[in-house]
């Protein structure tokens, strides 16, 4: 598998930003998020100040899965995402994650996501949610207020193919891997 050196801009805003765990994403060139963050209220949005995870989503993404241990090489990562073909994901039925802040996020449907995430699962990880749920995060709101983007949204629907993979890992360093697109 071709890997692919990351560009300035999907480098961390913070040096030696570190996590306790690291994941696999599945990137998308959405041009119409601006479109759907328009009709989000400012004032609903969801920040915490020098926390840029938090707030509108700019780079629009899939996670394969969360929770890879340091242990885990970017060679396991290509390896398996090697083994599997990407097509066309349907984002759609906006709904929530409620926590302390609601998450405004699509449902995502699409080829080998599934298969990815069980494979992916064979390594090195560990987390609390043990069911796989594929999803694109719009961005976080307010508590209480997210619930009337969901009707607003409701319907909507975007096809989309992923552009490319990245393995975050827990110490902060990004690599983007190519992946095979149907």
Partial sequence: MKRIKLFEEFMLEKENDAYSHGCVMLYFDFPEMDEIHSKIDKEDIYEEEGD???????????????????????????????????????????????????????????????????????????????????????????????????????GDEYRLVPSYAVFSQPDGTKTKITIKID
């Fill in 52 to 154: 840029r995870t938090f707030g509108l989503e700019d780079e629009p993404h899939c996670t394969l899965l969360y929770g890879l241990k340091e242990s885990v090489k970017v060679s396991e990562v290509e390896e398996i995402l090697d083994r599997h073909t990407f097509g066309t994901c349907t984002l759609h039925n906006a709904s929530l994650f409620e926590n302390e802040y609601d998450v405004l996020k699509f449902d995502v449907k699409g080829d080998s996501l599934h298969e990815c995430n069980e494979a992916l699962c064979e390594l090195p990880f560990e987390s609390d949610y043990p069911d796989y749920h594929p999803h694109s995060t719009i961005g976080y709101l307010k508590k209480g207020t997210g619930k009337k983007y969901c009707e607003i949204m409701k």
